[in-house]
Nanobody, 121 residues
Framework: QVQLVESGGGLVQAGGSLRLSCAAS????????MGWFRQAPGKEREFVAA????????YYADSVKGRFTISRDNAKNTVYLQMNSLKPEDTAVYYC??????????????WGQGTQVTVSS
């Protein structure tokens, strides 16, 4: 089992940047594919970015490619999401997820509590 705690959300103007962090505790970090999802008001939760379980591959939603970067610090058991050139449509609750599969699926095994990101125009 793994526990996930997100931090780093907040209010930012369009064009600004934020870095989200997801600290994992419990089972070893390398046992999971790790990723980020988001859910905007009135919309379904959607995939944002992820690492494969090996850490060797990264995946991004088309809507964030070139603007968001996922990274990890294995020593700190932490995954980051660097978000640049933010747009109002990036406003959502961002969730960290851990999946025992080789890659993050649409139904990960574990979720964090979420952190709010609000981008003002």
């Amino acid at each position: 089992q793994v526990q996930l705690v997100e931090s780093g959300g907040g209010l930012v103007q369009a064009g600004g940047s934020l870095r989200l962090s997801c600290a994992a505790s419990g089972r070893t970090f390398s046992s999971y594919a790790m990723g980020w999802f988001r859910q905007a008001p009135g919309k379904e939760r959607e995939f944002v970015a992820a690492f494969s379980r090996s850490g060797g591959n990264t995946y991004y939603a088309d809507s964030v490619k070139g603007r968001f970067t996922i990274s990890r610090d294995n020593a700190k058991n932490t995954v980051y999401l660097q978000m640049n050139s933010l747009k109002p449509e990036d406003t959502a609750v961002y969730y960290c997820a851990a999946d025992t599969s080789r890659v993050v699926t649409t139904d990960p095994n574990y979720w964090g509590q979420g952190t709010q990101v609000t981008v003002s125009s």
